[in-house]
């Protein structure tokens, strides 16, 4: 059987969709099994679904975690004290998460002492993208005529507009999420997984090279 890769898209703690559609996916110990980013914020479980996934990487290692724009807000205020993270954690619904861990104070968010230690280490190794296969996995995007090694991370992690409306002229087909669809978005070279989880839609995982999708 061929190498398979499965791509997860944004998460945003909706664990009971996270659950079903791990158990849909037929994945097995030779496939890879790329999440695209935003494990937190706005849904109601960010610690359920930190928890499903370490649980899932036990018994899936060839599993690859993408840093999504979530998740880089939330590391550099706890690098930085830059209050303009914490004012964008608060906009992208950062309060949901505190409250998955049993109410944390905001102040928590200085150090990430809300959070179990290993919480805080898959926070802090997840890749700022990925390549298999001829595929590029990356939670936005990659500015046209920027390979993603140049490109800013803070940029590539929130990229919409251009790289969704130019056409890509890279090797590679993009893998992408942060940008919802109400079914998944197929260009040329470029695929969009994320289909809103969290704002009641659903939850989509692609299996490549097949280009199957499947929901939860």
Same mark, same amino acid.
């Given at each position: 059987? %061929?190498?398979?890769?499965? !791509? ?6 909706? &664990?009971?969709? =996270? $659950?079903? *559609? ?50 880089? %807000?939330?590391?550099?205020? !706890? ?6 993270? &914490?004012?964008? =954690? $608060?906009? *992208? ?63 590539? &992690? ?59």
């Amino acid at each position: 059987m %061929e190498q398979r890769i499965f !791509a997860v898209g944004d998460i945003h703690g909706t &664990l009971g969709k =996270l $659950r079903t *559609l791990l158990d849909r996916l037929p994945v097995t110990e030779q496939d890879t099994v790329v999440f695209m980013g935003d494990y937190i914020n706005r849904g109601p479980d960010a610690k359920g679904v930190i928890d499903l996934l370490l649980e899932f990487r036990a018994h899936h290692p060839d599993t690859v975690f993408l840093l999504g724009n979530h998740e880089y %807000e939330l590391l550099e205020y !706890a690098h930085t004290h830059d209050t303009e993270h &914490l004012q964008t =954690l $608060r906009r *992208l619904g950062v309060e949901a998460t505190l409250e998955s861990y049993g109410d944390a104070p905001v102040s928590a968010l200085r150090d990430l002492s809300f959070m179990p230690a290993e919480h805080a280490v898959f926070l802090e190794e997840l890749l700022p993208f990925y390549r298999q296969d001829g595929y590029l996995f990356v939670h936005g995007g990659v500015t046209p005529g920027c390979t993603p090694e140049e490109c800013p991370l803070d940029v590539m &992690l929130a990229l919409r507009g251009s790289f969704l409306t130019d056409p890509w002229q890279g090797p590679e087909t993009v893998v992408f999420g942060h940008t919802s669809f109400q079914t998944p978005f197929v260009a040329e070279r470029k695929i969009g997984i994320d289909t809103g989880a969290v704002l009641g839609n659903l939850l989509t995982a692609v299996e490549l090279p097949r280009l199957r999708f499947y929901h939860a």
